[in-house]
T-cell receptor, first 114, second 113 residues
Framework: DSGVTQTPKHLITATGQRVTLRCSPR?????VYWYQQSLDQGLQFLIQYYNGEERAKGNILERFSAQQFPDLHSELNLSSLELGDSALYFC?????????????FGPGTRLTVL | GQQLNQSPQSMFIQEGEDVSMNCTSSSIFNTWLWYKQDPGEGPVLLIA?????ELTSNGRLTAQFGITRKDSFLNISASIPSDVGIYFC?????????????FGKGTKLSVKP
């Protein structure tokens, strides 16, 4: 158990819909990272938040957004969903702002878009 | 975007055999991390490397940060059935944005008892 929690574990929805994925980092970790894992693309970094502020952006679509709240939990919002958005979404956390510090991954949310 | 070349893509080995996998990049990396992912789970950190030439062990696992800072390898000695899973290398490129870890596509390891 990494100490990072994610809900829900599974999510099935239809194209065009909007969903919210939730992540709670390890106790004491200020950085939260979101990743998308699909079969053909591997693990792709989406976005990082540190202590409530956006710090780095990766391959995140404009239809996707995230935020980190004062209690440090984070939410990833996916809207206007397409079939291709079906994937595993992982949240990771680390102590500092920098990925020099190891990132600890949650168990993931499996999103299926029908 | 930038990617790491991880090889081999998959390995089928007999229990007790040693395993070696590696990652290469066209650019210099400041950090190399090795993760293992079991089916339905998130990646779990195995070893972290921070200096060129660094050689670090974690039980039967040994990883090295290449001298050129463009590669890393992971060795598993005397493999056992629970070593089955997908192994990912990851790193932070020099000059890359903080927090942006780049991942290899993984090496899928199968172990025959």
């Amino acid at each position: 158990d990494s100490g990072v929690t994610q809900t829900p574990k599974h999510l099935i929805t239809a194209t065009g819909q909007r969903v919210t994925l939730r992540c709670s980092p390890r106790s004491g970790d200020l950085s939260v990272y979101w990743y998308q894992q699909s079969l053909d693309q591997g693990l792709q970094f989406l976005i990082q938040y540190y202590n409530g502020e956006e710090r780095a952006k990766g391959n995140i679509l404009e239809r996707f957004s995230a935020q980190q709240f004062p209690d440090l939990h984070s939410e990833l919002n996916l809207s206007s969903l397409e079939l291709g958005d079906s994937a595993l979404y992982f949240c990771a956390s680390s102590v500092t702002i920098n990925s020099y510090n190891e990132q600890f991954f949650g168990p993931g949310t499996r999103l299926t878009v029908l | 975007g930038q990617q790491l070349n991880q090889s081999p893509q998959s390995m089928f080995i007999q229990e007790g055999e040693d395993v070696s996998m590696n990652c290469t990049s066209s650019s210099i990396f400041n950090t190399w991390l090795w993760y293992k992912q079991d089916p339905g789970e998130g990646p779990v950190l195995l070893i972290a490397l921070y200096k060129a030439g660094e050689l670090t062990s974690n039980g039967r696992l040994t990883a090295q940060f290449g001298i050129t800072r463009k590669d890393s390898f992971l060795n598993i000695s005397a493999s056992i059935p629970s070593d089955v899973g997908i192994y990912f290398c990851a790193g932070q490129a020099q000059g890359g944005s903080q927090g942006n870890l780049i991942f290899g596509k993984g090496t899928k390891l199968s172990v025959k008892p």
